[in-house]
Structure formats: C-alpha cells, structure tokens
C-alpha cells in the first residue's frame, strides 16, 4: 500500500488488488526454485542484474507479459530464461510502485518520504 498521511486522515493512494509485491516476488523465487538464503527477493535481484543485458551490462529491457500458468511453459520452450524473468518482474513492479509514490507526493505535497517492509529494504 501507498498510505500518506494528509489534513489529519491516512489516506490510501496506492495498493495491490490481488497480492503484495513482496509475495509475488516470492511467488516467483519458488517457480524458480531460487534458494531462501539470505532471502528470496535479494536471490530474485542477483538473477535480474544478469538478465536482459547485452554484452556491455546495458539493460535491453524485456518485459514478458505473461500470466503465472503460461510462465513454466516460457521457460521450458527457451523464449525465456529465469534471470529474464527476474528482471521482468522487478522492472514491472518497481515502476507501477515509484509511480503511485511519484503521485502521493505530489497530491500531498509532502516533503517527506517513509518506506516500511521487505521490498522497501
């Protein structure tokens, strides 16, 4: 959730309609099978800073579209590899949570900013 505090009310500008990102990054770390030490999101994050890459490290950024059922199936065809996938995701949900956050600072005009959980680490 995006929740800024604003004329003495929470309000909630931003939040997931079906699981937290935190969970799905999960979610995908045991598709994967990615091991849980020292976490599953740190494990997701190695794997997306080598995918998507072309020689130089430069980000090529491709962003599958593709619902969790059809994902196995990806992979096993070789359209997409695991670190793909990693960088797919990542780059997906931190974009729809940096705009939401953009947003909410800007209705609030507030000058400051608090990030609380798993993902925000």
Excluded: W
Aim: proline share 7%; with cysteine; glycine share 8%.
């Amino acid at each position: 959730q995006v929740i800024a505090y604003s004329r003495r009310r929470y309000r909630i500008l931003g939040e997931t309609l079906d699981v937290a990102v935190g969970n799905c990054i999960d979610r995908l770390a045991r598709l994967l099978q990615i091991p849980n030490a020292p976490s599953p999101g740190y494990n997701v994050e190695q794997l997306a800073k080598r995918g998507a890459q072309n020689e130089g490290g430069t980000p090529l950024n491709p962003i599958f579209d593709a619902p969790q059922a059809v994902t196995p199936k990806l992979l096993e065809s070789g359209e997409v590899t695991p670190e793909d996938l990693c960088f797919s995701l990542q780059e997906t949900a931190f974009a729809m949570l940096a705009e939401v956050t953009e947003r909410a600072l800007a209705l609030t005009r507030a000058r400051h900013l608090l990030l609380v959980g798993g993902v925000a680490c």
